[in-house]
C-alpha cells in the first residue's frame, strides 16, 4: 500500500473526522528528536488500535504497521537530513534483514535502527540523503531479486504490531563480503563483492578491545556513527587521554581506533580501503611511532587484500623508511579479519589476539615485509 493509499483509507475509514484531523495535524509535524519522534508514532499506532479494536474499522483496512512509512514522509519533507522515508528498497539495501524469517521487528523500532544506519552511511560516505537513496536503488537493481523485495512487502504488510518479537541483531548489508562470498560459486565471487563497510570493522575492533580488557578510543568525528544498533561513542572513552603536545594529540585523536592498557597504547589501527589515501594513515602511525619510540605497540594497517600491494609501495618510499616502517607497520587482511569476527568476539582473552591476526597475514604472504 502506497502512501496515497494509506492516507485515503485513513481519511475514509475513521469515524470521528474531527479527532482524525486533530491528530493528524500532530502526527505530521516533524518532531524535534527521536524521543519525540516515537511517541508520535506510537500515539498514531495506538489510536489506529483503538479503532480495530472497538471493531469499528478492520485491521486490513488500516494496518497499523504502515505508520512509520506514512509519517517518515511528512517528516522527510520538511527535514530531509534528519528524517529518510521508510522505503521497503531503501531498508532493503541497508538492513541485513532476512525476510524468510518467521517474524519481523516492531516497524516502529526498526524505522529508527534504519535511521540510524542510513543518517551514518550517508555521513561517512559524503553524500546527500537524496544521493544514498538512489545508490540503494541502484543495489538493490544489481544485487537483489525483484522477488526478494516482494516477498519482504508482503511480509511487512501482514505482520501484526501486537504481536512483534524484540527487534533483531541488524547490521549494514554492505559489511557482509564474506557472507556473500562464501555463498557464490568461484567464478561469481569477484562480481559478487560488497564494499565493507568502515564503520563496522571500527565498531569490530572496538568490541574486541573490550572483550581482551582494553580501553578504546574511537576517532572523535566517528563517535556519532553506529553498527549493529551501538554508537561508536558509546564504546569509547569520552576523551583522550593526554599523550601529547595540542598539536600531536589532534593527530593522534584521529586514529581510527586505540586500545589502552593502563593509559599506554598498546595497539594502534587505521582502516584503509579503495576510497582513501593510505599515505595520510602511515603517517599518523608514523608519529605515533616516533613520539613513543620506547614503547611496544602494534601499529596495525586493516586493509582488503587487493590493498596490500600499494600499502607496501608506499612504505618503501623515503619519509617512511627513515621510521623503520615497514618492520613496525602490520597489515591485517580485512577478510580474514571479518571472517573470524564471531570467533574472535568469543574466545579472544589477550591484546595478543591482534598478534595472531597478524600472523595469519603474514603467513599468507599479507603482511609487511
Not at 521508510?86 to 518467521?102: H, K, T
Not at 563517535?223 to 600531536?248: M, Q, V, W, Y
Amino acid at each position: 500500500m502506497s502512501g496515497g493509499l494509506f492516507f485515503n483509507q485513513l481519511v475514509q475509514r475513521v469515524p470521528n473526522e474531527e479527532t482524525f484531523a486533530h491528530l493528524l495535524r500532530l502526527m505530521i509535524q516533524v518532531p524535534e528528536d527521536r524521543r519525540e519522534a516515537q511517541q508520535r508514532m506510537k500515539a498514531f499506532v495506538r489510536f489506529l488500535e483503538g479503532l480495530i479494536a472497538s471493531q469499528q474499522v478492520q485491521r486490513a483496512r488500516l494496518q497499523p504497521a504502515r505508520v512509520p512509512f506514512f509519517q517518515s514522509i511528512w517528516w522527510h519533507i520538511q527535514a530531509q537530513d534528519r528524517w529518510p522515508i521508510f522505503y521497503v528498497d531503501i531498508r532493503r539495501a541497508l538492513m541485513a534483514e532476512s525476510v524468510s524469517d518467521a517474524s519481523s521487528p516492531d516497524p516502529i523500532e526498526a524505522y529508527f535502527s534504519f535511521c540510524t544506519h542510513f543518517l551514518a552511511l550517508a555521513q561517512e560516505l559524503g553524500i546527500s540523503p537524496w544521493e544514498l537513496e538512489h545508490l540503494c536503488r541502484w543495489f538493490v537493481r544489481q544485487h537483489l531479486s525483484p522477488g526478494v523485495v516482494r516477498e519482504e512487502k508482503h511480509h511487512a504488510v501482514s505482520s501484526r504490531m501486537s504481536k512483534q518479537p524484540p527487534l533483531p541483531k541488524q547490521s549494514c548489508l554492505l559489511t557482509r563480503r564474506m557472507e556473500v562470498k562464501s555463498k557464490q560459486p568461484p567464478d561469481e565471487k569477484e562480481s559478487g563483492e560488497l564494499i565493507v563497510c568502515r564503520t563496522h570493522l571500527q565498531w569490530l575492533l572496538a568490541k574486541i578491545g573490550h572483550k581482551v580488557g582494553c580501553q578504546v578510543w574511537i576517532a572523535a568525528s566517528d563517535h556519532g556513527k553506529a553498527c549493529n544498533n551501538e554508537r561508536l561513542g558509546d564504546l569509547s572513552l569520552p576523551s583522550l587521554p593526554i599523550l601529547a603536545d595540542s598539536t600531536f594529540q589532534k593527530m593522534i585523536g584521529k586514529i581510527d581506533v586505540l586500545w589502552f592498557k593502563e593509559q599506554d597504547i598498546v595497539a594502534a589501527y587505521e582502516i584503509e580501503q579503495a576510497c582513501t589515501d593510505v599515505s595520510i594513515s602511515l603517517l599518523r602511525l608514523s608519529d605515533l611511532k616516533g613520539l613513543f619510540s620506547d614503547c611496544h605497540m602494534n601499529l596495525c594497517l586493516v586493509a582488503p587484500q587487493d590493498r596490500f600491494e600499494k600499502i607496501r609501495f608506499e612504505l618503501s618510499r623515503p619519509v617512511f623508511q627513515a621510521y623503520n616502517m615497514q618492520k613496525h607497520c602490520a597489515l591485517i587482511n580485512e577478510e580474514l579479519l571479518l571472517g573470524q569476527e564471531e570467533h574472535i568476539l568469543r574466545w579472544a582473552n589477550s591484546p595478543a589476539v591482534i598478534g595472531e591476526l597478524i600472523c595469519s597475514s603474514k603467513g599468507s604472504n599479507n603482511g609487511c615485509t
